[in-house]
Nanobody, 116 residues
C-alpha cells in the first residue's frame, strides 16, 4: 500500500491550503484514514481522522478550521485547512489504518509552513 501526499506549501497566517492523499489501493469502509503532523522539536500528533462511515475526529487545536473528507471513488482523503496559524507549521503525514487487522500505512509527508 502506498500513500502519496501533496498540497503542502508556504502560506501566510490566515490563509488556506488543501492537502490530498491518494492511496494505491481501493479505500474500503474498513479503512480509517487520517492526517497527523510533526512540528519541529515536537512529537507527531493527530490532526484528524475519518472512518469508512464518515465519522470524523479532530484535534482540539484545529476544530472549526480544518475539515477532513474522503472520496472513496478516487481513493483519496483530503484535508482542507483554513485560518492557518504559525503553530500549524509542520510536516503533515497521511495515514491509512485497517480497522480490523490494525495494519497501518504512512505517506511520505508534505511540508506546511505558515508565516506570521
Amino acid at each position: 500500500v502506498q500513500l502519496q501526499a501533496s498540497g503542502g506549501g508556504l502560506v501566510q497566517a490566515g490563509g488556506s491550503l488543501r492537502l490530498s492523499c491518494a492511496a494505491s489501493v481501493r479505500i474500503f469502509s474498513i479503512y480509517v484514514m487520517g492526517w497527523y503532523r510533526r512540528a519541529p522539536g515536537k512529537q507527531r500528533e493527530l490532526v484528524a481522522t475519518i472512518t469508512g462511515s464518515g465519522t470524523t475526529d479532530y484535534a482540539d487545536s484545529v476544530k472549526g478550521r480544518f475539515t477532513i473528507s474522503r472520496d472513496s471513488a478516487k481513493n483519496t482523503v483530503l484535508l482542507q485547512m483554513n485560518s492557518l496559524k504559525s503553530e500549524d507549521t509542520a510536516v503533515y503525514y497521511c495515514n491509512l489504518k485497517n480497522a480490523i487487522s490494525r495494519d497501518e500505512y504512512w505517506g511520505q509527508g508534505t511540508q506546511v509552513t505558515v508565516s506570521s
